[in-house]
Structures are given as structure tokens and as C-alpha cells.
């Protein structure tokens, strides 16, 4: 059966830099779709079905953290990799809060690109088809995450995640008592982890403890193993 061709959108003002991106992208394999402006980028997301967008920030029209909230709002959980000249943390910690799943900084190499997008279109999907029916409900107390539906619930309450508090969360769910180091997380979620990651995954963390937790201070699922990792609490 021949692999599929997934269908990349890349969302950005500067047409040589769509040019770059859609050229190694294209060497790579894959389908390569584009917008010059946030509004058309939202319309595309909307019409073209693509599997992953690549999104700049300071867009025409609307900005990329408009587009990503409202694709979120509208429950598509499509993976979204941010491409951007700002690069304080503050600026990543935005995207990322919003439901980006990857935060690269401009000046960038477009290899570099490639592997994001490799890594994290093997994670999203390869969490979403390749599960036995045998496990495919994940259960933790009051949790209940379905791998086959993408959902997790909270005492029969759906609770919406983005796609990569979704696979920390499965990993988590799938190990329970087993501590995971940041290096592992980021490694599963996106396939390769730098120093720099370590914030981005502070914040999926933070997020993920505040959509699940009652307290997230005094967090009952996941479990901070100072100096170790986290893990997911066994006996709930």
C-alpha cells in the first residue's frame, strides 16, 4: 500500500520564504499548499483539510495567534508548528498557551524545518492508528482518554487538548508510576529535544495540569518527581 502524502500548509507573508519551505518540503515528499495572509491561512485550515500548518505570526489581515485560536475554538486539532522573527519567551509561551505544538525561531534552517515537521506529523498521527483495539481507553481515576477518538473526559465531561498535551498526556496514561524526564517527553512528543525546549515544555505541562487537575498546585494525576520528571499517579 503506498504511504500516504500528507499535505503541509505553509502560512507565511514572505514569499521567499514560502518559496524555501515549499521547495525542501516538496523534496521531502510532501504536498505543499500555501497563504500569504492569517484570513486565507483560516480558510485553508477550513476547506483544504491539510494534515499540518506551519504558521508565521505577523500576518496580514490576521495574525498567526488568530488563526491558531481560532482553529482551536473550532476543536480542529491539527498539528501547528509557529515560524516566527519574535523570539522571547514570552512570545513562545503565547503561542504555545494558545495550542501551538512547536515554536521554531527565525533565522532557521530549512532542514531543521523538515525534521519538526517529520517528527511531529509521525507523533500526531502514529498516536492516532497504530493503538490495538485493546488499548485504545485509557483510564486514571476520574479520566478516561480515548486514543481511537482523540478525547479525554473527566467524569464523563469532555475536556479539549491540544494535540500535544494530548500525547503527553496518552504517555503519561500509558505508564502509570513509571517518571518520565523532560528529555523523554519532548522526545516523544516531537521527536528531538534542545535546551531550549525545556520552557515550551513547562507550559504544555502547566496547561495540561489546569485542564485536568482540581487543584493544579496540588496535582492529583500528574506527579512532579523533583530533580527527576513527572509521572502519572498509579493508585487514583
Do not use: W
Amino acid at each position: 500500500m503506498e504511504e500516504k502524502k500528507y499535505k503541509i500548509l505553509v502560512a507565511e507573508d514572505d514569499k521567499d520564504i514560502v518559496e524555501l519551505l515549499k521547495l525542501y518540503l516538496e523534496n521531502a515528499g510532501y504536498k505543499v499548499i500555501t497563504a500569504y495572509d492569517g484570513k486565507n491561512a483560516l480558510g485553508m485550515i477550513e476547506n483544504e483539510t491539510p494534515d499540518l500548518a506551519i504558521c508565521d505570526i505577523m500576518m496580514p489581515h490576521m495574525s498567526g495567534y488568530e488563526v491558531i485560536k481560532n482553529v482551536r475554538e473550532s476543536d480542529n486539532n491539527i498539528p501547528i508548528i509557529i515560524l516566527s522573527a519574535k523570539n522571547q519567551d514570552s512570545d513562545k509561551i503565547l503561542g504555545l498557551d494558545i495550542g501551538a505544538d512547536d515554536y521554531v525561531t527565525k533565522p532557521f534552517n530549512p532542514l531543521e524545518i523538515v525534521a519538526h515537521v517529520r517528527a511531529c506529523l509521525r507523533r500526531f498521527y502514529k498516536l492516532g492508528g497504530s493503538e490495538s483495539a485493546s488499548n485504545v481507553l485509557l483510564k486514571a481515576g476520574d479520566l478516561v482518554l480515548d486514543i481511537e477518538k482523540v478525547s479525554v473526559t473527566k467524569n464523563g465531561e469532555d475536556i479539549p487538548l491540544t494535540p500535544t498535551e494530548f500525547k503527553i498526556l496518552t504517555l503519561l496514561m500509558k505508564n502509570p508510576g513509571r517518571v518520565f524526564t523532560k528529555v523523554q517527553i519532548y522526545e516523544y512528543v516531537n521527536g528531538e529535544y534542545y535546551e531550549s525546549d525545556e520552557n515550551s515544555l513547562m507550559v504544555h505541562m502547566s496547561k495540561l495540569r489546569d485542564k485536568i487537575e482540581d487543584d493544579n498546585k496540588n496535582p492529583r494525576y500528574i506527579k512532579t518527581v523533583r530533580g527527576l520528571g513527572y509521572k502519572m499517579e498509579r493508585d487514583l
